[in-house]
């Protein structure tokens, strides 16, 4: 039955984003529930504001790294990035995750290379192999901060909660797929916005992947606004974890394509960059993927994303690779944020110095 309604959920979700992306006549019939959910999001966040209820912060920096919209914009790839730039520091980074997709007995939950998927989800586990640093995943996120500060972590990277209001922050980071953008600007379930756009006016930067800030609808309520690409670096076989150069190819040119994220075409478009004939294989964000899906009726190479090969790696053979890509934020980015690093660095100390 499980199987039954999870393909029945991917393909709602489906049609529902390109309905969104593609602003179907038909969704002016749900903007009654729009205003609904807006009131929602409105009388939370007022919730919060005014103290009714509880915000936790962990009394180290917390840098929340999230999206307004729903489906993958790249934040991963930027929560990765931070990490590996605040340890080059001398910082002691931890990811805190929801862990979507996964489902644990126990929480919080600290990732290692033998968590299974199924208990963690796949982001986590891709950040912890890709980073090294903490990763714990908890639907609590303020108990899953604890869990990092027992770990021994003096900075918390949030990859997505930016709508989990209950963890106290100190820096908001949206990140926005700059092919998409904020799709017909609406919010839930006539849009694919979880909150109105008038939201980036409160955050402290919005990150445009893969294009112009400036070329993006919507984003002008943004204060700071700046670009980031993801740069592919290797192919990486998924069964071995082996891992080889970008050039030359280690298998044949024509290849089947197989990407479960949110925009699987942006995929499929690097791997034709990168001189790869491609048989696209789109599969839903998160998808829950079996050895079935590597089924093809020839032997070539199967290439997929790095959150894909964390779910494929106990069936994946020979065939399978992964490409792994990293964020490159903009150097004004990098600039801005090196400058609030610095300021949040001296409040924490000077916090300490006045316990």
Not at 176 to 202: I, K, Y
Not at 318 to 344: K, M, N, Y
Request: include cysteine.
């Amino acid at each position: 039955m499980r199987q039954y309604w999870d393909r029945f959920s991917e393909r709602l979700g489906e049609a529902l984003l390109a309905a969104w992306y593609g602003d179907a006549a038909w969704l002016r019939l749900l903007r009654p529930l729009e205003v609904l959910y807006r009131r929602q999001v409105a009388r939370r966040l007022a919730d919060f504001q005014s103290g009714r209820r509880a915000v936790h912060h962990p009394g180290v920096p917390v840098v929340v790294v999230g999206n307004l919209t729903l489906g993958g914009t790249g934040k991963s790839p930027l929560v990765a990035w931070l990490v590996r730039y605040l340890a080059e520091r001398g910082y002691r980074p931890g990811i805190l995750s929801r862990g979507y997709g996964g489902e644990s007995a126990d929480y919080p939950l600290r990732v290692t290379a033998a968590t299974p998927v199924e208990a963690c989800g796949d982001e986590p586990l891709m950040l912890a192999a890709q980073t090294g640093v903490p990763v714990v995943v908890d639907p609590r996120r303020a108990r899953g901060a604890e869990r990092l500060l027992d770990e021994g972590c003096d900075m918390l990277i949030s990859d997505d909660g930016l709508q989990h209001l209950a963890l106290g922050r100190d820096l908001e980071l949206v990140v926005v797929d700059g092919q998409r953008g904020f799709g017909n600007g609406r919010c839930l379930p006539a849009g694919p916005l979880r909150e109105p756009l008038a939201r980036l006016a409160s955050v402290d930067a919005l990150i445009v992947n893969g294009a112009a800030p400036e070329e993006v609808a919507g984003a002008e309520g943004a204060g700071q606004r700046f670009g980031m690409t993801l740069t592919p670096v290797g192919w990486r076989r998924v069964g071995d974890e082996s891992r080889l150069p970008l050039s030359p190819l280690p298998f044949a040119p024509a290849v089947h394509g197989l990407a479960g994220i949110g925009n699987p075409s942006r995929f499929f478009a690097t791997l034709e960059r990168l001189g790869l004939e491609v048989t696209p294989h789109p599969k839903p964000d998160h998808h829950r993927f079996t050895s079935q899906d590597l089924c093809f009726s020839d032997d070539a190479p199967v290439v997929m994303t790095a959150k894909d090969a964390v779910k494929c790696r106990g069936f994946a053979d020979a065939r399978c690779w992964a490409l792994d890509v990293e964020a490159h934020p903009s150097a004004g980015f990098i600039e801005w944020f090196a400058t609030q690093l610095d300021a949040l660095t001296r409040v924490a100390q000077g916090e300490d110095n006045d316990g």
